[in-house]
C-alpha cells in the first residue's frame, strides 16, 4: 500500500521537545521532496520544513527556523522533523506531505492545499502547553 504514516506526536511543556517521523511505504522517499506542514485551529494550512529529494537540502521558514530540523535516514524510508524549544503557538496538526516534482522551497511555502502534492500523512498532533 502507498502511504505515509506519521507518528510522534503529543503534549510537551512550553520549552520541550520532540520528534516527528513521516514512514513512507509503496514508493522510495528519497525520490520525493518532503514537506512538514501545520495546521492550528481556525487558521490556515502553513509549511513549517521541507527537505529536497536526492541532495537533502532542509529548509525552515523563519517562524521555526533554529529550533526545528528536518532530516532524512533514506535506509528507513523516513523523514524526521526534530522540534525543540517548543512554543504554544507551535500547537496544531502536523501533517507531512511528499511530492515528485515541487522543490523543497516551493513546497514550503505553498498553501498546502490537499491535492496539491502526491502524498499526505493522516496528521499527528501537537500540543504545547504553558
Known amino acids: 500500500q502507498v502511504q505515509l504514516v506519521q507518528s510522534g506526536g503529543g503534549l510537551v511543556q512550553l520549552g520541550g521537545s520532540l520528534r516527528l517521523s513521516c514512514v513512507a511505504s509503496?514508493?522510495?522517499?528519497?525520490?520525493?521532496?518532503v514537506g512538514w506542514f501545520r495546521q492550528a485551529p481556525g487558521k490556515e494550512r502553513e509549511g513549517v520544513s521541507c527537505i529536497n529529494k536526492r541532495d537533502a537540502r532542509p529548509y525552515s521558514k523563519e517562524i521555526v527556523r533554529g529550533r526545528f530540523t528536518i532530516s532524512r535516514d533514506n535506509a528507513k524510508n523516513t523523514v524526521y522533523l526534530q522540534m525543540n524549544d517548543l512554543k504554544p503557538e507551535d500547537t496544531g496538526v502536523y501533517y507531512c506531505t511528499a511530492d515528485g516534482i515541487t522543490t523543497y522551497q516551493a513546497m514550503c511555502h505553498s498553501r498546502g492545499d490537499p491535492r496539491e502534492f502526491n502524498y499526505w500523512g493522516q496528521g499527528t498532533q501537537v500540543t504545547v502547553s504553558s
Open positions: 509503496g514508493f522510495t522517499l528519497n525520490d520525493y521532496t
